[in-house]
């Protein structure tokens, strides 16, 4: 079983910059797509980024296009968030999480079933 560690998270005033990282356990990092989710109180958890098993695809969800950059270090088994332009709206719990399967390209973020504890970030206006 994978372990996925977030770091990074924190407290940002509105327009600042935070760059998560998600630590991956195991020796099959590689092999699959990552992706990255958000969470806050009373909602569902909504998917932010992801990004195929090598780097070469990547995919975002509307509110976070051109501010917001998903990638991935294989060597060092993380995959990281720079987010720009951050917004009040933008402060959640963010996850990381794995694909089911391997192999596969960035759209499949309905179907990955590892995640992480989580990060808080807070943007504050």
């Known amino acids: 079983q994978v372990q996925l560690v977030e770091s990074g998270g924190g407290l940002v005033q509105a327009g600042g910059s935070l760059r998560l990282s998600c630590a991956a356990s195991?020796?099959?990092?590689?092999?699959?797509?990552m992706g990255w989710f958000r969470q806050t109180p009373g909602k569902e958890r909504e998917f932010v980024a992801s990004?195929?098993?090598?780097?070469?695809?990547?995919y975002y969800t509307d509110s976070v296009k051109g501010r917001f950059t998903v990638s991935r270090d294989n060597v060092k088994n993380t995959v990281y968030l720079q987010m720009n332009s951050l917004k009040p709206e933008d402060t959640a719990v963010y996850y990381c999480?794995?694909?089911?399967?391997?192999?596969?390209?960035?759209?499949?973020?309905?179907?990955?079933?590892?995640w992480g504890q989580g990060t808080q970030v807070t943007v504050s206006s």
């Open positions: 195991g020796r099959t990092f590689s092999r699959y797509a």
């Open positions: 999480a794995r694909d089911s399967k391997t192999y596969r390209g960035p759209y499949y973020y309905r179907e990955y079933d590892s």
């Open positions: 990004i195929t098993f090598d780097g070469g695809d990547t």
